[in-house]
Structures are given as structure tokens and as C-alpha cells.
């Protein structure tokens, strides 16, 4: 027989074949087994079988038939994706990248392929390639030319030539699901989750059965921390799919933003046993295990993470994170050793830089630590730009808005619940110490910090620094006294969902909402406002050691850290003078010097009778989510009061720019 006749025949039974592979792979492999009695050793068969077999769970048949073919000069573009994904199955995401990229290269046009590829980069933690793959995937999946420019730009991330593209196209053909997904993923990258949450909610309406749009709405809604609708999603994927990693990863990470976090760890775990070749699921296993106080896991965790990527620089961060945990010489040689490679990302050499600054502190050589602090935050200085004078404009509208007239035209105005405590200031404050004192009652739960107060005061109207716009706070003048009412039941109702416990009152830790006090009191008159402060020093230069998983870009300077106090401190004195008595102030260093006395004078404030556990608040076993979770754990104590001074020679920025804040501190504050 001719070859090509061989070829032929082979193509088409290989083809009659290929009809039972996703249905009834036990047929498809039988009829693979007679292709190859009849042409024994022919590499499109085996791969043929290998895809059979890997379909019906026989991994180790199916990588006993495939992994020999790859010795071969030209295997089929076959045996490099089913390979790929067979070892994606395995749980070993490194070895599955390069078959499946191969895959893509051999054929640009393999959805499958490029698809697989972005679930294996997800589970490795590399966001950005995988955005990179399920964009060549939504390229390979257009099928009109007119979408192709627009596919190009978006694999480019050319965002804005996609979007000229994609918006004349979805005007002539609204319902083009391809299209509006792809218009979703512009927005996803911009980040305008608003509209890619809208958009991709629209493509789920017309196909529902849409698995990628679906996964791209779920992360969507994750991302713009909406994680009760985000877990709705995901659960609905992992049903459909119910081995997919990537799903349970997604419904892992949405699980702990609701603050489940005994389920997540629970999810982590059982992903982890499945598929363990995951350092950064590892490393958000041990994220979790740290905030249900679960320590030595926690670190074992993340040595596992580092166990099978030593560059992940954010998991020495999360150690470091832990306050309490102590780096072995080694483990500074190592991180000393990262930081001399030149092929370092980015984000894995702040990480490694903020690490290395705790470890040497922790050992006593502040000159290097400094230097090392100092290199962490000029990195995130150069990536988060930060407007000091935007703040200070901010800080300036808010005391001109929120004025003694505005309350006093405003009488019992917002909803009557009492329920939320607020706990705000800057970061590193105490004010995880407060929480964990008032969470310790039994009136009390505590939950973290919520975004929801933030999040109303966008939609009430962007921030902008052009005062003549009416925008937020200035809108808050003209907004109907009745509207108020409706806006607090709306932070009662977003928050709901993280009230676990049926306690009368619940604790919003975010500290950023003092820039909010007024909009709070104006929805929620009832409820407490607790400013935490802390030594102006302490304060800041604690958040300068700190690096933060999101926000406060204004810690990442010295000047911009001590102007960012000042204002705050600025604008709660406004507060005080047209709102006296509304807020309680607790100062760490004389809770730290006599605990008792002002652990009675706030549960005076919260209206709370005296409970012997807010004493011994340590004894809480809560989850605590911020950096200072180990720390609340321990019984109150002074050590950390002084730890600037060791820096002094290198604070000079952070003191002029605090000023006079810095000479008052306490004295009428």
C-alpha cells in the first residue's frame, strides 16, 4: 500500500475514532488499540491511545504510551498536549508549561492548548503569562476576520487599539459573545471591573454554558471584592468541572475574602494533596493557616512554597509578616543571594528586600536594615506613584464639606442601627490590639477590614483634585437628607455576610474610613468611631517597614508618610471641633501602660458592660487577618514603643515633614 494511502486510511480511522474520545473514551481507546494492530508503532496512534487512556484516568498507562514519544524527531503536536495536560493533572504546573507551549508553537491556532497553558501559569502564580495565554486563546478561538485585529491587539496588550476595534463590531452585532468577552478583558486589565462585570454578566445571559467567560466573571467579581458572587460562580465552575484546580483555587481564595477560613484552608488542603506542585497555592495555604492562628503550619507552608520556588519572594515577605518568626543565618544568605541575581522580577526583589530589612533588624544591624527597607520602598515607590498634595487637597475639601452647618441641617438623618464599631487611623496604630480587645467580648464580633464605606463614597461620587466638580465630598451637600438612611442600610446590608456570629455589634477595622467619619455619621449616627493613634515615629515608621498586599501607597516615603499623618491627624481634629465627643481616641502607648483603665474607658464608649476576656484578649482563638495577627495573641507589650529609635540617623524627611504634629503628639490630641 502507497503511503499515502496509509495515511489516508490511518487519518480516517483515527477521525471515526475521535467521536467517542470526550464521550466514551473506553471506545476510543479499544478502536486506538486495533488502529495500531494494523499499524503498530504509528505515532498519531499512540498519541491517539495516550489521549484515551488519559481521559478514562489511567495516568500512568497514558504516560507510559506517550512521555517515549517525545525521543522521536517530529512527534505530533498530539503528544506534547496531552502530555502537558496529563502533568498538569498530576499536579506538576513546571513540567506541564513547556509541552503545552511547545503545543502552541507547533500550532498557534490550538485553543485546547493555549486554554491549558493559562490554567497552568494560574496555578503557578504567574498572572501575567496566564492573561498572556487565555488572550492567544480567545485570539485562536475568532473565527471572524473583522474580530482578528482586535484578538492581535489584545495578545500585544495594545488595550486601547482592541477597544477601538471591538466597540464599532459590537454596535452592528450586540450579541457576539466572543467579542463582548474580549471587550471584557479590556476592562479587566484597565481595571474597570464595573464594566467587565457587567459585560461578562451580558455573555453569561446569552451562554450560559460559557465556561471561560464564566471564569473570567468569577475572577472579576473577586478582584472588585464582591466574594459572596464571586463564590456563587465558582461553585457553579467547580461542579461543572470538579477536578479543575484553577476553579478551587478561585473558590479557595473567595472563601477566605469572605472569612471562611476554616473552609479555605480546608479547600487549599485538598487541592494541595491533589495537585502539591503549587507554590504560590502553597503559600495562600499559608496565608490562611497564619490567620486562623494555625503558626507552625503556617510556616511549613510556606516552606514548601519556597521548597519548589526559592525566587518567590513574597513567601520570605509572609514569614517576615509573621513578626514573631526568626530567619536562620542561612535563610538571610539565601535572600542575600536572590537579591545578587540580575534576572530577579520585580515584585520577588521588593519582597525579598522588605524581608531582608526584618531579618536584620531582628539580628541588630539597623544601618543594613535601613538600607534594606529604604530599597523595598523606593521599588514600590517607583510602581505605585504617590500625590501628597492630592491628599492634603482631599483632607482640605472634606473639613470645607463636612461642617458644623452640614450636621445641623441634617438632624436625625441615616439609619438608627448601632451595630457597627468603626476602628480607624493609620495602619500599625494598634488598632488590631483594639479589635481584638472589643472581639473578645460577647457582645462583639469581630470581622476585618471592609471596603463597603469606601465603596459607597465612589459611587457617590469619584474623587477627583478639581474642588469645582461636583463630585465626592462636595455631592454630599445636595444629596436628599432621606438618602441617607438608604445609604447605611446598604452598609449594613454589603456587610451582612461577614457577620458570622449573631452578635449585636460587629467591628469594621479599615483604617482609611477616618477619611469617611463624616459620610459615616451623616449614615449611621449610632455608631461608634474608634481612632487609634500611635506615636507619630512609631507610627510611621512601622509602615515603612511594612509592605502592604494592596493601597496605602503613601507609606512607601518618609516625607509622604509624615504629611499623610499630619493630615489625618489634621482632619480628626476638624471632626472633634464640629462633631465633640463623637469619636473615642485610644493612644497605644497608654493602653500599653495601663490596659485596664482604658480597656474600661472603650467599652464605656461602645455602651459595652466590663467583660473580664477583654483582658485577656489573647486568649481569643478568631482569625485575625492583618500583620499584626501573631502579635494580638501575646499579652500587651512595651517592646515595640521605641523600635524607631534604633533608625533615628535616617529619619530626618519622615520629621520635618510631620512638624508640629510631632511636638503635640498627645497634648490636646
Known amino acids: 500500500m502507497a503511503q499515502a494511502e496509509v495515511t489516508g486510511s490511518l487519518d480516517t480511522a483515527l477521525a471515526q475514532a475521535a467521536r467517542f474520545l470526550d464521550t466514551r473514551p473506553d471506545l476510543a481507546e479499544e478502536q486506538a488499540r486495533e488502529i495500531l494492530k494494523a499499524m503498530p508503532d504509528q505515532p498519531s496512534g499512540l498519541a491517539f491511545l495516550g489521549a484515551a487512556l488519559r481521559r478514562q484516568g489511567k495516568t500512568d498507562d497514558a504516560r507510559a504510551v506517550l512521555a517515549p514519544l517525545l525521543s522521536m524527531p517530529k512527534p505530533p503536536v498530539a503528544v506534547f498536549f496531552e502530555l502537558g495536560v496529563l502533568l498538569g493533572d498530576l499536579g506538576d504546573p513546571a513540567a506541564a508549561i513547556p509541552l503545552l507551549a511547545r503545543a502552541t508553537v507547533l500550532r498557534p491556532g490550538h485553543t485546547q492548548a493555549w486554554r491549558a497553558l493559562g490554567d497552568q501559569y494560574t496555578l503557578l502564580g504567574d498572572t501575567q503569562a496566564a492573561d498572556a495565554a487565555y488572550a492567544w486563546h480567545i485570539k485562536a478561538c475568532v473565527n471572524d476576520p473583522r474580530l482578528l485585529e482586535a484578538a492581535s491587539a489584545l495578545c500585544e496588550n495594545r488595550l486601547d487599539v482592541a477597544e477601538h476595534k471591538l466597540r464599532p463590531f459590537l454596535k452592528q452585532n450586540p450579541s457576539d459573545v466572543t467579542a463582548l468577552r474580549m471587550l471584557a478583558e479590556v476592562g479587566a486589565r484597565l481595571g474597570r471591573y464595573e464594566d467587565a462585570e457587567r459585560i461578562l454578566a451580558r455573555v453569561l445571559q446569552l451562554a450560559p454554558s460559557f465556561a471561560e467567560a464564566r471564569h473570567n466573571y468569577a475572577s472579576v467579581l473577586h478582584r472588585a471584592n464582591k ?367 495601663d490596659p485596664e483603665t482604658e480597656i474600661r474607658r472603650l467599652l464605656d464608649y461602645c455602651g459595652l458592660a466590663f467583660e473580664e476576656s477583654c483582658l485577656k484578649f489573647y486568649q481569643n482563638d478568631r482569625s485575625v487577618r492583618t500583620a499584626s495577627s501573631e502579635q494580638v495573641r501575646m499579652p500587651i507589650f512595651s517592646d515595640g514603643l521605641d523600635q524607631w529609635r534604633h533608625y533615628e540617623p535616617w529619619l530626618g524627611p519622615l520629621k520635618d515633614a510631620l512638624g508640629g504634629v510631632l511636638g503635640g503628639y498627645g497634648v490636646g490630641q
Open 227 to 593: 466574594p459572596a458572587e464571586a463564590l456563587a460562580q465558582a461553585e457553579i465552575l467547580e461542579k461543572a468541572d470538579p477536578r479543575n484546580p484553577g476553579y478551587r483555587a478561585l473558590k479557595a481564595a473567595t472563601l477566605s475574602q469572605l472569612g471562611e477560613y476554616a473552609q479555605a484552608s480546608q479547600t487549599y488542603g485538598r487541592l494541595l494533596q491533589e495537585f502539591p506542585n503549587q507554590p504560590k497555592g502553597w503559600m495562600s495555604y499559608g496565608h490562611t493557616l497564619k490567620t486562623l492562628g494555625r503558626q507552625q503550619d503556617s510556616i511549613e507552608a510556606y516552606r514548601r512554597a519556597i521548597a519548589q520556588m526559592p525566587g518567590l519572594g513574597e513567601v520570605y515577605w509572609s514569614l517576615a509578616n509573621l513578626k514573631t518568626f526568626r530567619f536562620t543565618d542561612a535563610e538571610i544568605a539565601t535572600m542575600r543571594a536572590q537579591l545578587e541575581r540580575t534576572d530577579l522580577a520585580p515584585d520577588d526583589r521588593f519582597h525579598f528586600e522588605f524581608a531582608l530589612g526584618k531579618a536584620l533588624e531582628d539580628a541588630g544591624d539597623y544601618a543594613q536594615s535601613f538600607a534594606h527597607y529604604d530599597a523595598g520602598n523606593a521599588l514600590r515607590r517607583k510602581a505605585l506613584p504617590y500625590r501628597a498634595g492630592q491628599t492634603h487637597l482631599f483632607a482640605e475639601r472634606l473639613k470645607a464639606v463636612f461642617t458644623l452647618e452640614l450636621f445641623a441641617s441634617r438632624p436625625g438623618v441615616g439609619s438608627p442601627a448601632p451595630d457597627p464599631i468603626f476602628v480607624v487611623g493609620l495602619p500599625r496604630s494598634g488598632s488590631t490590639l483594639i479589635e481584638q480587645i472589643l472581639a473578645s467580648h460577647s457582645a462583639v464580633e469581630g470581622t476585618m477590614e471592609l471596603h463597603d464605606v469606601a465603596h459607597i463614597a465612589r459611587e457617590l461620587g469619584s474623587w477627583t483634585p478639581d474642588a469645582d466638580k461636583p463630585s465626592y465630598p462636595e455631592v454630599t451637600s445636595t444629596v436628599p437628607p432621606e438618602r441617607f438612611r438608604a445609604l447605611g442600610e446598604d452598609y449594613l446590608a454589603r456587610t451582612r455576610i461577614h457577620r458570622k456570629l449573631g452578635r449585636p455589634f460587629f467591628i469594621d477595622k479599615m483604617p482609611n474610613n477616618f477619611l469617611h467619619a463624616g459620610l459615616i455619621q451623616l449614615m449611621l449616627p449610632n455608631a461608634k468611631i474608634i481612632d487609634a493613634r500611635r506615636h507619630p515615629m512609631g507610627c510611621c515608621f512601622s509602615c515603612f517597614k511594612q509592605h502592604f498586599a494592596r493601597g496605602q501607597s503613601y507609606t512607601y516615603g518618609l516625607e509622604d508618610l509624615g504629611r499623610y499623618y499630619a493630615d489625618y491627624v489634621g482632619l480628626m481634629a476638624h471632626y472633634d471641633a464640629v462633631l465633640p465627643g463623637r469619636v473615642h481616641r485610644v493612644f497605644y502607648e497608654r493602653m500599653v501602660a
